[in-house]
């Protein structure tokens, strides 16, 4: 079944906005309506073999599928590093994300992590994220334990 015109163009439009929707302020989380919010830990760990883990902790009462996706910048890198679904109960949970970028020559020391709590709203008939929260910090960058 071939999409039509108007649908790749909303598509494409949502694609290009969603930079400019999660970005926020250092050290500024934002909360909407709802009482959503997510953290960012202080620090983070990076494996021998290039494994960075991220946490931090969200909260949430949204219905439907809720992501939170985190985002490191150290130096002149920068490396989406994982997603993890959100239960969405009104209470705190904690949330970790794992991955391994690819060519990359991150080492330990200061770097900034954004994370973002976002919604896919398929009230359209297309997944649309809808931002909820996000909280963007300085934080170490230390040796995970072996």
Do not use: F
């Amino acid at each position: 079944m071939a999409l039509r015109p108007t649908a790749v163009a909303v598509l494409a439009g949502t694609l290009l906005l969603v930079p400019l929707a999660t970005a926020a302020p250092a050290g500024a989380a934002e909360r909407s309506a709802g009482g959503s919010a997510v953290t960012v830990a202080p620090t983070g760990t990076l494996a021998a073999d290039g494994t960075v883990t991220l946490s931090g902790s969200y909260r949430c009462t949204a219905s439907g599928t809720v992501l939170v996706s985190s985002k490191l910048r150290a130096g002149s890198e920068e490396h989406g590093i994982g997603g993890t679904a959100a239960t969405c109960d009104g209470r705190e949970h904690s949330w970790t994300n794992q991955d391994t970028p690819r060519r990359s020559a991150l080492q330990t020391g200061p770097a900034e992590v954004e994370a973002t709590l976002l919604k896919l709203d398929t009230s359209s008939g297309l997944p649309l994220p809808v931002l909820l929260a996000a909280d963007r910090e300085p934080i170490s960058l230390v040796a995970a334990p072996n």
